[in-house]
């Protein structure tokens, strides 16, 4: 399937997109961290935050798009490195001291699974620090679906149907992350929503910002053509059900969640 993912479009909400990994970094002890991944690493820049984070680590950035890893290799360094790998697949044969993935998780089934599958690769007293969107019943999310179910849409993605809303499949309540957490063998257990307040420019500008992540998941479908028509629908709907409005403010939650294996 072509790789869905544009850095450009990702980076016009850069700094928006960097908050809520400073805020998650801020839990994390870089004492003793020797070696540290960033799971769903995107364009780089947030690489850069934890090797900034930790700075007498190793930090690999893994990542399946393509397109994100020819431009994170501008952040390449003697001590950071990028790869191509499924998050959710992911392990190290020789153990990680930190284990980062922001806004990345959620694109994988199974939480339980996949963090389960994450711990057997982090070190005795090795950190775990994650960040969600848990924004799946906001407009930007129910729309899109809505239209994915409708005629002529509908038609185009096979039998299996429209691709699932990824926030709304796979992302747990914060209760059941902590619970999991738990259930898992972790200590020092830290859950949090945070609530981002952003300002956009205007409304038009939320269409624009889930081009870069939640609407990626329907171009490998689409043609140009059909990709095009798809959004302009969307944008139609969105604004109608949200009214155009300059500036726009745009409350975003997020779950974090940061725990240690014990030593």
Same mark, same amino acid.
């Given at each position: 399937m072509?790789? *869905?993912?544009?850095?450009?479009?990702y980076? @016009?909400? #850069?700094?928006?997109?960097?908050? $809520?990994?400073?805020?998650?970094?801020? &839990?994390?002890?870089?004492?003793?961290?020797?070696?540290?991944?960033?799971? %769903?690493?995107?364009? %780089?820049?947030?690489?850069?935050?934890?090797?900034e984070?930790?700075?007498?680590?190793?930090?690999?950035?893994?990542?399946?798009s393509?397109?994100? &890893?020819?431009?994170?290799? *501008?952040?390449?360094?003697d001590?950071v490195?990028? /790869?191509?790998?499924?998050?959710?697949?992911? &392990? *190290? =044969?020789? %153990?990680?001291?930190?284990?980062?993935?922001?806004?990345?998780?959620?694109?994988?089934? #199974?939480?339980?699974?996949?963090?389960?599958?994450?711990?057997?690769?982090?070190? $005795?007293? %090795?950190?775990?620090?994650?960040?969600?969107?848990?924004?799946?019943?906001?407009? #930007?999310?129910? +729309?899109?679906?809505a239209?994915?179910?409708?005629?002529?849409?509908?038609?185009?993605?096979?039998?299996?149907?429209?691709?699932?809303?990824?926030v709304?499949?796979h992302?747990?309540?914060?209760? /059941?992350?902590?619970?999991?957490?738990?259930?898992?063998?972790?200590?020092?257990?830290?859950?949090?929503?945070?609530v981002?307040?952003? +300002?956009?420019?205007?409304?038009?500008? +939320?269409?624009e910002?889930?081009?870069?992540?939640?609407?990626?998941?329907?171009?490998?479908? @689409?043609?140009?053509?059909?990709?095009?028509?798809?959004?302009?629908?969307?944008?139609?709907?969105?604004?109608? /059900?949200?009214?155009?409005?300059? =500036?726009?403010?745009?409350?975003?939650?997020?779950i974090?969640?940061?725990?240690?294996?014990?030593?």
């Open positions: 072509a790789d *869905s993912w544009s850095p450009e479009q980076r @016009l909400f #850069q700094e928006q997109r960097l908050q $809520p990994l400073r805020d998650l970094l801020g &839990l994390v002890d870089p004492t003793g961290v020797a070696r540290a991944v960033d799971l %769903g690493c995107g364009p %780089g820049e947030m690489t850069q935050l934890v090797a984070r930790v700075p007498h680590a190793v930090v690999t950035g893994v990542d399946n393509p397109a994100m &890893l020819e431009s994170a290799q *501008s952040f390449a360094s001590r490195h990028f /790869e191509e790998g499924d998050l959710a697949e992911w &392990l *190290s =044969p020789d %153990g990680v001291d930190l284990i980062v993935a922001n806004a990345s998780l959620h694109w994988a089934p #199974q939480h339980d699974r996949v963090l389960g599958h994450w711990t057997t690769s982090l070190r $005795p007293g %090795g950190q775990l620090a994650v960040q969600v969107p848990a924004n799946g019943a906001e407009s #930007q999310h129910r +729309v899109a679906l239209l994915a179910e409708e005629t002529p849409f509908v038609e185009l993605w096979g039998p299996v149907g429209p691709p699932p809303d990824v709304i499949a992302v747990l309540t914060p209760n /059941e992350y902590a619970r999991l957490l738990h259930r898992l063998g972790y200590v020092d257990i830290e859950v949090s929503v945070r981002y307040p952003h +300002v956009l420019p205007s409304t038009r500008h +939320v269409v910002w889930v081009k870069g992540t939640t609407l990626t998941r329907f171009r490998p479908y @689409l043609s140009e053509e059909q990709f095009h028509d798809f959004v302009a629908e969307y944008e139609r709907r969105l604004l109608a /059900e949200l009214g155009e409005q300059a =500036p726009y403010f745009f409350p975003f939650s997020r974090l969640f940061h725990a240690r294996r014990p030593n």
